[in-house]
Every structure is written in C-alpha cells, then in structure tokens.
C-alpha cells in the first residue's frame, strides 16, 4: 500500500469503516494527498456505505467480523526456552485470528502460583484459558469455575495424571506423555544391551508434565528385561541449577553407562556433562527431551544420541485455534483431542533442525517460508 497521508486516514476513521470495507478504499484509492483527494474519498466512502449496507463486517478469511478475544495461557515455567516456539505459536495463532493471549503462571513450576494465575484470568473475565495440568488435584476446582461461568478451558503441554486428567476440561493438546517415556525407555534398553547403571534425571518429580516420562521409562526397561539400573534424580526447575546438579551426580557415580533426561533443561545439560568429561569415549550413552539449540548441537557433536520432538509450536497455535472456534461457533465445534506426536531427533536427521531457522522450532523470531526437498520417512 502506497503511503497514506495521515488526515486522510483520519478522516476514513470517522466515518466507521472497518475491516475490509476500510483497506479497499485507502489501498484502492491511492490517497497520498488530502487535498487532491478529498472529493475522492468522499465518493468512494458513500459507494463503500451503501455496499456493505447489509452485509456482515469480514473477518480474517471466510469468517464474520468477531471481538478481539482474549485468551491466557496458564504455564509452569514461564521463562523456560522450551516454551519460546509455544508462545510464537499463541501469537501467530492470533494473529491470524484477530485476538491476543497472555502468557503467565509460574517460573519456578509452583502450582500456588499457577491457580492464583488461573484464578486471575476467571475474575478479568478472559476468553479462553490454556493450562498446562501439572497437578492432578489443583486445577479441578478453578477449571470448573471457569467452566461455570462460561469460560473455555483446554488443557496444554500436561493433562494430569496418566488415566486422570484431574480438570473437566475440554480438550488436550500435546504430547502423550506416558507413551514417549516408554519409547523413551525401549530406547534405552535398545543403547544399552550389555546393562549397567543408568540415571534419568527430571526437573520437577510430581509435576505431571514430566513425571508420566519417567514412569513410562522405567516400565518399559522393566519390560525389556535388561541388567538395566535405572535411578530417577531431581534436576531443578532452572538451567543453572540443573547443570550443577548433573554434574555433581557425575562426579559421584562415575561408573554410570546411560545418562538420560524428560525435560528440555536437564537434557540440554546431559549433554554438556558428557562432552565436558568426554564420556561418549568411555561408552556412555545418553539423551532425553526436546529441541533447545544446545541439544541439538550436542547430537550433532555425538554427546547425544537422540533427543525427542515433541511439536512445541503447537502447543501454543492449537489451543488458540480451539478456544477461537469454540467462541465463534457458539460452542458447537468444541476442542478436540490432540496428540501432538513424538519424533525421535539423532545424528541422521538432526541437520536440518540445526540449518533452518524458524519459529516452529524457536530459533529465530523472523517469519520465514520452510522448504524442504527429497522423499519423506516412513516406515
């Protein structure tokens, strides 16, 4: 669109148009000059009036003109750069859709702080809410307050407990987290064939974002039947805490042959452990969860054997989407169900995470066009 002069679109502001209606007539009328154009502009907003007299004001797309919803997403570890792709999901959801969301909770993952957040976004009357269920008892009641006073709630990235969503809320939307912890424990079985010890390292025990991971891990070694070993050890919520806290537990088991994570941050730090006391040279096999730069480049270093995708993104676009349809239709296109997968992440397939720079994987903020050339794996 050409340069507007700004009385111009003051002037187009005071007669109501809006939408579609507004963008044809200043793009169409190429109004650089109020004088010049002043009896232009006159002319073509009366034909606009008369136009859409009767029709309905256009939304993005094929869909009616609608408020500019709000919609809070209530998380565990606000600042975490596992949640980065998540949130630029939420935003360029809205801003496709024409609403906008908040991000707020809990840093340190204290579900305190996420009810009284959620609790919040009930009393401002918010639009929707997106919460990640890392407790299976402390959301039911805000859920179902919100339900009741005609908010939608879906759940995000956790769903309670594994058969025990916890909340009556809509839908889910994120990974099956128990299933990926078992496919995470068969791949342990499947490194480490000669047994030995193992340690699977998670940063909140409990907390029902991670806890089915661990779970599922150890049931499927159990499974496997392996001389497996395998101890669960507390992490930390923060990065810097998690790193001190694998290293140490390095340092005082130093015949460990498997060093393994279920979240972004302990993973990420797995990997620096490992290639700090060079261990892939003494066999030790190790990875974990999720796409933060560092893991990726450990994988491609070799510290890591794999790591697992779990579509971030996502689990901010979707919820977006859900919660938006469910107000346009008048909550007859309720929000679905969504497993938003499991891709195992090596050495093979690890560069083009590590050469492409998007928003879907949180590494750049810019909006680019993805290519991709080649057959696509399958079984």
Known sequence: ?????????????????????????????????????????????SNENKSNANAPEGGPGNFPNTPRWRFVFVNHVTTNPFFTPTQYGAQDACAL??????????????????????????????????????????FKQPVDNALDQGIPVVAYNADGARGDPGTNRLAYVGQDLYVSGFQLGQRIAALMPGGGDAVGFIATPGSLNIQPRIDGAKDAIQQSGK????????????????????DAYYQGHKNLKGMFAVDAGSTENVGKVVAKYNLKSQGVVAGGFDLNPSTLQSIKAGHLDFTIDQQPYLQGFLPVLALWMYKLSG?????????????????????????????????????????????????
């Not at 809990?106 to 990640?132: L, P, Q, R, Y």
């Open 1 to 45: 669109m050409k340069d507007i002069d700004p009385k111009v679109e003051e002037a187009v502001d005071t007669l109501g148009l809006k939408g579609a209606a507004r963008r044809r007539l200043l793009s169409g009328a190429g109004l650089v000059s109020a004088t010049a154009a002043a009896s232009a502009l006159l002319a073509a907003c």
């Open 97 to 138: 859709l024409g609403c906008t969301f908040q991000w707020t909770g809990s840093k340190d993952s204290i579900v305190a702080e996420m009810v009284s957040a959620t609790n919040s976004a009930i009393s401002s009357k918010a639009d929707g809410i997106a919460v990640a269920v890392v407790d299976k008892t402390a």
């Open 227 to 246: 001389s497996i070993n395998f101890t669960d050890v507390a992490s930390g919520a923060e990065l810097p805490k998690e790193l001190s806290t694998i």
């Open 331 to 379: 909550g007859l296109v309720a929000p679905s169900e969504t497993n938003t997968g499991l891709l195992f992440v090596t050495k093979d397939n690890v560069d083009p995470y590590l050469t492409t720079k998007t928003r879907f994987e949180g590494s750049t903020t810019a909006q680019k066009l993805g290519s991709r050339s080649g057959p696509i794996p399958h079984e």
